[in-house]
C-alpha cells in the first residue's frame, strides 16, 4: 500500500498562483507515474499533469500555467499553479501507477490522495 497526501490548496483570486504537494508514503521509482487529477462540482474527474520518467504531460487547458515536478529524495510530487482561473476551482487529486500508459487517465491510476481543494475567484 502506498499512501498519498496532498498539501497546499487553498482560495485565491484569479491571476494568483498556488503550489500543490504529494507526499508519497514508499519511493517513487521512475517505473512509476504521477499524476494530478481535478474534481469540480458535477464532472468527471479528469487528468491535468503527470510525470513519468522525467517526461511531463499536460492537459491543454494547463499548457503554460501549470508545472508538475518530482523530487524523488523526498517522494513528493509538486503542481505548480499560476495564472489560475475561475474554471480552475475542484479538488486536486495526487496518484500513483506503474508504466507510460495512458498517463493523463484516471483507470490507470492506482492509489489517490485524499484530496485538496482549490478555490479560485474573479
Known amino acids: 500500500q502506498v499512501q498519498l497526501v496532498e498539501s497546499g490548496g487553498g482560495s485565491v483570486q484569479a491571476g494568483g498562483s498556488l503550489r500543490l504537494s504529494c507526499a508519497a508514503s514508499?519511493?517513487?521509482?521512475?517505473?512509476?507515474?504521477m499524476g494530478w487529477f481535478r474534481q469540480a462540482p458535477g464532472k468527471e474527474r479528469e487528468g491535468v499533469a503527470a510525470?513519468?520518467?522525467?517526461?511531463?504531460y499536460y492537459t491543454d487547458s494547463v499548457k503554460g500555467r501549470f508545472t508538475i515536478s518530482q523530487d524523488n529524495a523526498k517522494n513528493t510530487v509538486y503542481l505548480q499553479m499560476n495564472s489560475l482561473k475561475p474554471e480552475d476551482t475542484a479538488i486536486y487529486y495526487c496518484?500513483?501507477?506503474?508504466?507510460?500508459?495512458?498517463?493523463?487517465?484516471?483507470?490507470?491510476?492506482?492509489?489517490w490522495g485524499q484530496g485538496t481543494q482549490v478555490t479560485v475567484s474573479s
Open positions: 496518484a500513483l501507477g506503474f508504466g507510460n500508459a495512458n498517463v493523463l487517465t484516471k483507470s490507470a491510476y492506482i492509489y
Open positions: 510525470i513519468y520518467g522525467g517526461r511531463t
Open positions: 514508499a519511493d517513487i521509482y521512475m517505473s512509476n507515474k
